[in-house]
Nanobody, 123 residues
Framework: QVQLVESGGGLVQPGGSLRLSCAAS????????MGWYRQAPGKQRELVAG???????NYADSVKGRFTMSRANGKNTVYLQMNSLKPEDTAVYYC?????????????????WGQGTQVTVSS
């Protein structure tokens, strides 16, 4: 099957920076898109940034100009560079992949999620 593993979360002061990584592994045959989501306590999970197989990106309005998502060419790894962090950015950040895998003798397309990594922005 497929596994997504995030890393890079932690505790930072307001105005600081973090870089999150997400590595996808397993029987992956193609990736249509990957995204970073976040969820704060008591709030809905929201899309932070997304990237297509052609490397076009989109961002939530709340992070435009501060966050940058990228993907290594030819690798199933994406990054989220987070600058000028604010307390409002505190959340668990999840990696998501819309991909096609080979399972039980056939190709299956669907969404896969990482375990999440905690980002805390506090003085």
């Amino acid at each position: 099957q497929v596994q997504l593993v995030e890393s890079g979360g932690g505790l930072v002061q307001p105005g600081g920076s973090l870089r999150l990584s997400c590595a996808a592994s397993g029987r992956i045959f193609s990736i249509n898109a990957m995204g970073w989501y976040r969820q704060a306590p008591g709030k809905q999970r929201e899309l932070v940034a997304g990237i297509t197989s052609g490397s076009s990106t989109n961002y939530a309005d709340s992070v435009k100009g501060r966050f940058t998502m990228s993907r290594a060419n030819g690798k199933n790894t994406v990054y989220l560079q987070m600058n000028s962090l604010k307390p409002e950015d505190t959340a668990v950040y999840y990696c998501n992949a819309d991909l096609r895998t080979y399972y039980s003798g056939t190709y299956v397309t669907g969404d896969y999620w990482g375990q999440g990594t905690q980002v805390t922005v506090s003085s």
